[in-house]
């Protein structure tokens, strides 16, 4: 490194560091450079102006991905704590240029490996310590410093995923290999850069070391900003002396591409180099580079200009495009996967706004935590923890508390030893949930432009924290909300995802759960090949599907996307393809499985305002063809064979109810009811169908009123009798009583059937027992407590109707009184002007 005064300046930093972060800012207060050069992606120097833009809010990421191929994408992310971001918006505010000097997007995403598979975490994460591997060279959550790591390999959802790279190199831990092509018999363990200066400075863990040695520094030098960097420099030269200096262990390791593995720093290193000379020319020699501190060293080095052009040539290329995207601090997080990644990226954060007492502020910021989760903490709890904290330090030899004794402090004093509210500690503070901005004028995709103004026009901005949405799909807001997120699933773009209600079960309320996350940009990108707005992009993306999917139940599920999704221009095409695979299509469990969704999709389109009369034709004549069909396909099932066709009859059961209620009285679908209620009645009656489905079908017709109770009691009887096996039997039991609803308050209120049941299980053999106990358990483990205490009782009372035990059929319904409150009723559950039940 040159010495004060001259230049250029090399400032080695580590990824995601506060300490490299303040030093960076001072040093280039200190030297004022002519041009700040930073390891990034030379395309993107025509979007740098933007971080100083009043609308960009770390953490961010700079995305590049292919212009044909949106799929290979990579990120290089930045934090407010980011020595790079710090060096950027220095550069910026002070009116001096900027520049990126690492390998360009074009060739990094060309090099890319394309074996298919999600990329693992960055090697640079998994680095051997003085004793043996060490995750990230890290013993404890928390002090581990950043990882000089490549940016994020992006995948999507419908590409071969593939790794990219970008701040890779072994700079403070990790450490280089062997060079390509050496033919040594027996290769080296890699070196940890960080781990060999931590163990000669007495330590055993070099996260730690690092901590003490540059994260705690406040102004220790002096006045000399450059002198830490002048040491960090000097001490890579000589790791990379003694241990060979042209490799890279950090996250271009296991790449695969064109490129060794070892090459590949090399040619970053020569392309930097090249940059450097050119900004020497333009700039003179007072110019600043804040790259990884490992590069420092053989950006120093004597290397003609034709020998790094040579490294250059013949490098593969795609078209790259840039932009800015959002980040969160979880995907910061070393747990995310990745490579460059920090374990603690709110306590980094914490450590470089804090203008001074880090401890005492960061104390108050987890009691103020705590406090508001109405956890008991006082101000005598942070002064106590504060103690804590520092006696822990001392005793363990180090300057300041790191994150470590804080954290040991606030489980013993704030959280009574107990890891439940530390867990909420780490997930809001230690990691926390901030999610960046980028100013509206950033490089987008059309389709990206849309989303946003959507996302502006609905109110539904992105959050990095998930949030849960409740959609009354009756008003316009809503129902544009709903129709929004369906869309952005139909392409791929999982910003949310359906959840149960909790206000309700009818078909004008939706719920959502709501995360974004940065991926999602990559999602936005790919999906741009399909339109340029959200409804256009979405409607080819159903047509393509509808061409391309075989399988009716599908189809039928895509036709009810695009009745979610509004997509009346798909319609056309997705019932044409619906029409010809329900035409083609002859197995009946094909059948059953399409039908719900295909009625589902009837009864969305009333609230929707969605005609959907097309769709109610194909919905009877599917349902129609599976009535014929269903008593022959029920029959010489296996047993899991039955308990899957059992649940389609449950389905097709509910289809057929909602396809009834839906219609004017006048229409023919009621009267599928009917029909429906013959095909159940031979499935309950007919000899030689698995007991499942027989004493399910029983069951379905006494629900609906269509089964006398003296004609169940008899069902029942033939299926308990002493000619049926006794797993048989069971079966019978589970399909009755079982599958969801009151299954056991007809035992409580019938007493027949409970005599029945009683009766049968008492006259099981014993040699049978074990054979039907799996069953029965199932059964009668789906009953509420309250139902099985009450059959319990009923049992040991001798049974329902014993002596002094009023039976509990003696109350008679009355029925005029019960009919006063059904209006009342439907209007609660939204079914005054059909009649029927809103799902």
Not at 265 to 291: K, T
Request: include cysteine; proline fraction near 8%.
């Amino acid at each position: 490194m040159t010495g004060p005064g001259s230049g250029p300046f090399l400032l080695g930093i580590r990824h995601h560091g506060p300490g490299s972060a303040r030093a960076v800012r001072a040093a280039l207060e200190q030297c004022r450079p002519a041009a700040v050069l930073i390891e990034g992606p030379p395309e993107a120097d025509a979007i740098v102006h933007l971080a100083d833009e009043e609308g960009m809010r770390p953490p961010v990421a700079l995305l590049a991905h292919a212009a044909d191929d949106p799929g290979r994408a990579a990120f290089w992310p930045f934090a407010e704590f980011s020595p790079e971001w710090v060096a950027i918006r220095w550069a910026l505010a002070h009116g001096v240029p900027v520049r990126f000097i690492d390998l360009p997007a074009t060739h990094t995403l060309a090099l890319g490996g394309d074996d298919g598979e999600r990329p693992a975490p960055d090697p640079a994460c998994t680095t051997p310590g003085p004793d043996g591997p060490k995750a990230g060279g890290a013993s404890t959550p928390g002090d581990a410093a950043p990882d000089p790591a490549g940016p994020e390999a992006a995948t999507a959802p419908h590409a071969v995923p593939r790794r990219a790279h970008g701040r890779g190199g072994p700079q403070p831990g990790a450490g280089p290999e062997p060079t390509a092509g050496s033919a040594a018999p027996h290769t080296a363990p890699r070196l940890d850069p960080l781990a060999a200066l931590a163990a000669a400075a007495g330590y055993d863990d070099p996260e730690r070391w690092w901590e003490d040695a540059v994260e705690h520094r406040r102004g220790e030098d002096g006045g000399d900003a450059l002198a830490p960097f002048a040491a960090l420099a000097a001490a890579m030269a000589e790791l990379r002396s003694a241990f060979g200096d042209g490799s890279d262990g950090g996250s271009d390791a296991a790449v695969g591409g064109d490129l060794p593995d070892g090459a590949r720093d090399l040619v970053r290193e020569a392309h930097m180099r090249l940059r450097i000379r050119d900004a020497r020319r333009r700039f003179g020699d007072g110019i600043a580079v804040v790259c990884g501190a490992w590069h420092v060293p053989a950006l120093t080095a004597k290397r003609t200009v034709t020998a790094d052009r040579q490294a250059l040539k013949g490098l593969p290329k795609v078209k790259a495009e840039l932009s800015w995207v959002p980040w969160t601090h979880r995907r910061l997080s070393r747990h995310s996967g990745y490579g460059a990644g920090i374990d603690a990226p709110g306590w980094y954060g914490h450590l470089f706004h804090a203008p001074d007492r880090p401890l005492e502020r960061w104390l108050t910021k987890v009691a103020r935590l705590l406090r508001d989760e109405d956890f008991p903490v006082s101000s005598a709890h942070v002064i106590e923890a504060v103690r804590l904290a520092g006696t822990l330090a001392s005793l363990r030899g180090r300057p300041l508390a790191g994150l470590t004794e804080t954290t040991d402090a606030v489980r013993a004093v704030m959280c009574d030893g107990s890891d439940v509210p530390l867990a909420l500690v780490r997930d809001r503070l230690v990691v926390g949930n901030v999610l960046g901005e980028v100013p509206g004028t950033a490089p987008a995709t059309p389709l990206q432009r849309d989303l946003a103004r959507l996302q502006r026009s609905l109110r539904l901005k992105p959050e990095a924290d998930a949030r849960d949405w409740e959609f009354d799909l009756r008003k316009d807001t809503d129902a544009a909300r709903s129709r929004l997120l369906h869309r952005l699933r139909l392409l791929g773009v999982d910003w949310g995802e359906p959840v149960r209600s909790r206000g309700g079960t009818g078909t004008f309320r939706e719920s959502w759960r709501l995360t974004w996350e940065p991926e999602l940009a990559v999602r936005v990108a790919e999906a741009s090949a399909w339109g340029t707005t959200v409804l256009t992009a979405a409607t080819a993306r159903a047509e393509a599907g509808a061409a391309g999917t075989t399988a009716l139940a599908d189809v039928t599920a895509l036709a009810e996307h695009c009745l979610l999704a509004g997509l009346p221009g798909a319609l056309p095409t997705v019932m044409r393809a619906l029409a010809d695979r329900a035409a083609l299509d002859t197995d009946v469990a094909h059948l059953a499985e399409a039908l719900p969704a295909l009625v589902r999709s009837v009864r969305y389109g009333d609230v929707r305002r969605t005609d959907t009369a097309a769709l109610g034709e194909v919905a009877e004549g599917l349902a129609e063809r599976v009535f014929v069909g269903l008593p022959a396909a029920c029959a010489g099932l296996d047993a899991d064979a039955a308990a899957t066709m059992r649940g389609l009859v449950d389905e097709v059961h509910q289809a057929v109810g909602l396809l009834a209620a839906g219609s004017p009285a006048d229409a023919a679908p009621p009267a599928l009811r009917h029909r429906w209620a013959a095909v159940l009645g031979v499935l309950a009656g007919r000899d030689g169908l698995p007991g499942g489905i027989r004493g399910r079908a029983a069951r379905l017709l006494l629900d609906d009123g269509l089964l006398p109770g003296g004609r169940a009691a008899r069902l029942m009887g033939l299926a308990l009798s002493a000619g049926t096996e006794p797993a048989e039997a069971a079966a019978w039991i589970e399909g009755f009583l079982g599958s969801g609803g009151p299954g056991g308050m007809l035992l409580v209120h019938d007493e027949r059937l409970l005599s029945l049941v009683d009766e049968w299980l008492t006259g099981v053999p014993a040699a049978a027992f074990p054979g039907v106990l799996p069953l029965l358990r199932r059964t009668f483990s789906a009953f509420d407590p309250g139902t099985r205490r009450a059959v319990g009782r009923q049992i040991r009372r001798g049974g329902p109707g014993a002596a002094g035990t009023p039976p509990a059929t003696g109350a008679r319904l009355d029925e005029e009184r019960a009919a006063a409150v059904l209006p009342t009723m439907r209007l609660l559950l939204g079914t005054a002007h059909t009649g029927g039940e809103r799902g």
